[in-house]
């Protein structure tokens, strides 16, 4: 994930984050994923050590990335954790500063991406004027993220205004200057996922989509099992990227 202008026929990658097993990342990449994301913030119910992610990470083909993602962690934990999981990306998705995501890149000699929440009540993303400016200290990125807004640092699985994004990636457009690509999170399934798709993707600024509780396991009430990822529903949502992808090519 590197800068880049717009490239409107450029395949819509997709990133399965909030992998803990094997056979998850096993059913993620036979499925056609691009990216698999580890999350090593303890505070999430998709925690994994990174330790235990290296023995998936290990595995994992040559052209799949992996992401491990962080939350407000010092460059010395954010390095340590790299070495220890082997995880070629870093992603900052606690309202880190331009200053701390460098510092945890350098540390950790890693890419990294910067998340930010989108939506009511975001200080970073409530509005596209509002989003533009909390992105534009970010431009050393390779990608920029972006998730509903939410305390508990994503995870909400519920999506966010994406006519917010639309006319940011617009913006964007009428800036002569490269950005970084853009990726779209944020309670995305195989239901809403080709609509997001069609809706962003002419813009020729969507690189990616990510999604966690949208391919996982669900319980008796219909609620996500956090971390335990459900194949069906993983080749259900890369179904519905790929014919996204073919609707809106030109």
Not at 15 to 23: F, L, P, Q, S
Not at 179 to 194: F, K, R, T, Y
Request: charged share 20%; aromatic share 6%; glycine share 10%.
């Amino acid at each position: 994930m590197s800068s880049a202008t717009p490239m409107t026929r450029t395949r819509t990658r997709i990133k399965i984050c909030g992998i803990t097993r094997w056979d998850d990342a096993r059913a993620a990449v036979d499925a056609g994923a691009d990216a698999l994301g580890f999350v090593f913030w303890p505070g999430s119910g998709r925690y994994i050590a990174p330790e235990a992610a290296a023995e998936i990470v290990r595995r994992v083909p040559a052209f799949v990335q992996t992401v491990g993602l962080f939350v407000q962690a010092q460059p010395l934990e954010v390095a340590r954790a790299v070495q220890a999981s082997g995880v070629q990306m870093i992603q900052c998705h606690g309202g880190e500063s331009a200053a701390q995501c460098e510092l945890a890149a350098a540390a950790a000699n890693r890419p990294w991406m910067r998340a930010f929440g989108v939506g009511e009540g975001s200080h970073e993303g409530s509005s596209a004027d509002a989003l533009l400016h909390s992105i534009d200290p970010f431009r050393g990125a390779s990608a920029w993220l972006f998730d509903t807004a939410s305390a508990g640092h994503g995870g909400s699985g519920t999506p966010f205004d994406w006519q917010i994004l639309h006319q940011c990636a617009a913006r964007l457009n009428a800036n002569p200057d490269s950005a970084p690509q853009l990726v779209l999170s944020g309670g995305l399934s195989a239901q809403n996922v080709a609509g997001a798709i069609e809706l962003l993707r002419p813009t020729g600024r969507l690189f990616a989509v990510d999604v966690s509780s949208g391919v996982e396991v669900l319980d008796a009430d219909g609620k996500p099992r956090k971390g335990l990822k459900d194949p069906a529903r993983i080749r259900a949502f890369v179904d519905e990227v790929n014919k996204a992808d073919a609707r809106s090519s030109i």
